[in-house]
């Protein structure tokens, strides 16, 4: 199973960006992609997530409105695009898999993170 990040960088106060999660490899019933960050110094927290099948999405507060999860099914892979970005969501942002076998699971991956500097 691999989880890989990218689209990570430098963007200005109120600038966007998009990441992105290529989750290969793996057997599911069903799974769940997230997207988590963890800032200097704090704990690592959802920022948003996504179901399949179905699709669903959950939003922590913070990123509601400004962010969007979305997937490309033919390319494996789930999008974080952020909007009016902050400079407090300076972040390394990572990205999880947890999936299903029938009942068994759930077994989770993480990938190695891709880091995020929102600076002037």
């Known amino acids: 199973v691999q989880v890989v990040e990218s689209g990570g960088g430098l963007v200005q106060p109120g600038g966007s960006l998009r990441l992105s999660c290529v989750a290969s490899g793996f057997a599911a019933t069903r799974y769940v992609i997230s997207w988590y960050r963890q800032a200097p110094g704090k704990e690592r927290e959802l920022a948003a997530l996504?179901?399949?099948?179905?699709?669903?999405?959950t939003y922590a507060d913070s990123a509601k409105g400004r962010f969007t999860i979305s997937r490309d099914q033919s390319k494996n892979t789930v999008y974080l695009q952020m909007n009016s970005l902050k400079p407090d969501e300076t972040a390394v942002y990572y990205c999880?898999?947890?999936?299903?076998?029938?009942?068994?699971?759930?077994?989770?991956?993480w990938g190695q993170g891709t880091q995020v500097n929102v600076s002037p």
């Open positions: 996504i179901t399949s099948p179905g699709g669903e999405t």
């Open positions: 999880k898999l947890d999936r299903w076998l029938g009942a068994t699971g759930p077994f989770v991956h």
